[in-house]
């Protein structure tokens, strides 16, 4: 595992440290070696007088010749600069490495002190960079209104952090500006398209009308069912990006006993059965939205199958909601894009049988993520796809 920047700091604080430190007592020793008194500069000064001198009993100078007189002062000179010499050079010695023990001691402790120190000062520095990573780590698309809010001093780290959160703010405006675009534009074709519906209906009341305008006027309510289809899954898209407004229990086994009842009709039409394993579980969130996610993965099981094909549907704890069928070959390569808008990923998913309009799996991904879950999928071997919802528990009071 690579190390953090703490750790790396803190090496780099206490390697600088001890580099300052070990230079520091090496100039000292030089310094304290260089003024303490060389051996060699050692002098002795000898007093003949009668006692004990040089370590040896010395008798009355007169009775000695002169020969024999200097020889003694000679024997008694030498004796006494070499036990000079040796306790200078004891000297020295002890002193240098006394100091030396007990400089390299005192390094390694404040050394110790130094890196506690680094440790907590690289965390002081680098604790705004943990809340621009913490922050960042939170952000979607949903949840666009977290923000730094740094307010230490006006350095680097507040410049970055005030940049990070004024990208957030602009961001934040342009999701915001298209959600709306996309929620008023749906508003506002909704009346149109009900008006026209009405008036194909009024014409194909009409019991005088020909059989043309019974064909045209069935053609026209066709379409105008999945352009409503298209304008209300992009009402649910826009709302679910917009995030949660209230947060409430949802049991997902009653909406998915719904779901299943709900698509009975359809499954028939299109020969596909229904088999399901529903187990007890509560999820926090929006009913209707989550009403939406169940039901378009179920309808989406059964409108892109195969006559005589099965849809499954699971509830369960880990995932919280499973879907699989049957069906035609989906390439592995093309399953991550069946959840953009109006992707459908095969050409038999986008046949004229195919009433979809191809933001089922879109709104699905989007209401997951509104309720901090998300949605996974792959094929199935033999054919068909398998979607996992995964959703957070309801906490148990």
């Not at 965390?123 to 666009?144: F, Q, V």
């Not at 740094?150 to 500006?177: C, H, N, Q, V």
């Not at 989406?300 to 549907?313: D, F, K, S």
């Not at 699989?324 to 992707?343: I, K, M, Q, S």
Request: hydrophobic letters at 45%; aromatic letters at 4%.
């Amino acid at each position: 595992m690579r190390p953090s920047l703490r750790l790396r700091l803190t090496a780099l604080y206490g390697g600088l440290f001890l580099l300052a430190g070990a230079a520091l007592v090496a100039v000292s020793y030089l310094l304290v070696r260089r003024q303490l008194p060389r051996p060699g500069m050692v002098g002795t000064k000898v007093d003949l007088a009668p006692g004990v001198a040089g370590g040896a009993v010395v008798l009355n100078p007169e009775q000695l010749d002169p020969e024999q007189l200097a020889a003694l002062q000679q024997r008694i000179a030498t004796e006494n600069r070499q036990l000079a010499v040796r306790t200078a050079t004891e000297y020295r010695d002890s002193a240098l490495h006394t100091l030396l023990g007990q400089s390299l001691l005192a390094l390694g402790l404040v050394a110790v002190v130094a890196v506690l120190l680094g440790w907590f000062v690289a965390g002081r520095i680098l604790r705004p960079l943990h809340r621009i990573t913490d922050t960042a780590r939170r952000l979607s698309a949903e949840r666009l209104s977290e923000r730094i809010g740094y307010t230490g001093p006006d350095d680097e780290l507040k410049e970055l952090a005030d940049t990070f959160d004024g990208m957030l703010e602009r961001l934040s405006g342009a999701f915001d500006s298209q959600r709306r675009f996309v929620a008023n534009a749906s508003h506002e074709l909704r009346t149109p398209l009900s008006v026209q519906r009405t008036l194909v209906e009024v014409a194909l009341d009409d019991p005088q009308a020909p059989p043309q305008v019974h064909r045209l006027g069935g053609a026209l309510l066709a379409v105008n069912e999945r352009t409503e289809r298209l304008i209300d899954g992009l009402l649910v898209l826009a709302r679910s990006d917009r995030g949660l407004g209230t947060v409430v229990p949802v049991r997902l086994d009653e909406l998915a006993e719904a779901a299943v009842a709900g698509c009975a009709g359809l499954a028939a039409e299109r020969g596909v059965t229904i088999r399901s394993a529903i187990a007890d579980r509560v999820v926090p969130g929006d009913r209707v939205l989550l009403e939406r996610l169940v039901l378009n993965l179920l309808q989406n099981a059964i409108r892109h199958n195969v006559r005589g094909g099965t849809a499954w549907m699971w509830v369960g704890h880990d995932p919280a909601l499973m879907v699989r069928n049957t069906g035609p070959e989906v390439p592995a390569g093309t399953v991550g894009t069946l959840f953009e808008p109006f992707r459908r990923g095969t050409a038999e998913r986008t046949s004229a049988a195919d009433q979809g309009v191809g933001l089922g799996l879109s709104i699905v991904r989007s209401v997951a993520r509104a309720h901090g879950g998300d949605v996974g999928a792959e094929p199935r071997e033999g054919g068909g796809l398998t979607v996992r919802v995964r959703l957070p528990a309801a906490r148990t009071p």
